[in-house]
């Protein structure tokens, strides 16, 4: 014997089928932190560069303004990740209130889910291409040695 009505039981179904998403909410909170980091980073590196001394680069070494060019590179690709996490952040959220929706309004809204939560994977997929993307530019950058 049920002794809850429908409606209670519909809300914790909503409730159970929210937490996946709201899981994966805090991978890309982690993410997202990490891409601030890196770019709040790179930020820093060009204003030190910039505000330094012009000091003519020495053969072999590279030019400021190269170094400069690479960094502004750097901070495009993090920039575009950190948009497209942040954009699969909130069509996840979108997923968490359509399921509530669902339940609430006794609604058929899966397909919307389905739409979402495939939006949300595609840009979290791009965020993820791009944060590679600056990694691999990063870890290609010459590092220089004083004196070597």
């Not at 560069?49 to 170094?67: D, M, Y």
């Not at 952040?89 to 359509?98: I, K, Q, R, S, Y």
Request: aromatic fraction near 4%; charged fraction near 15%.
């Amino acid at each position: 014997m049920d002794l809850l009505p429908e409606h209670i039981t519909d809300v914790t179904h909503a409730i159970q089928l929210a937490l996946a998403p709201v899981f994966l909410l805090t991978g890309i909170a982690g993410l997202l932190n990490v891409m601030t980091n890196r770019l709040a980073r790179i930020v820093d590196r060009a204003r030190a560069l910039g505000e330094g001394p012009i000091v003519p680069a020495l053969p072999g070494q590279e030019s400021l303004r190269i170094r400069l060019q690479r960094l502004e590179l750097r901070r495009h690709f993090t920039s575009i990740a950190i948009t497209a996490c942040t954009i699969a952040a909130l069509l996840l959220c979108m997923v968490v209130a359509t399921l509530f929706f669902e339940a609430m309004l006794d609604a058929r809204l899966s397909g919307v889910v389905g739409v979402l939560f495939t939006g949300s994977t595609l840009a979290l997929v791009v965020g993820l291409a791009y944060f590679l993307r600056e990694v691999h530019l990063a870890t290609r950058t010459r590092i220089e040695v004083p004196g070597a």
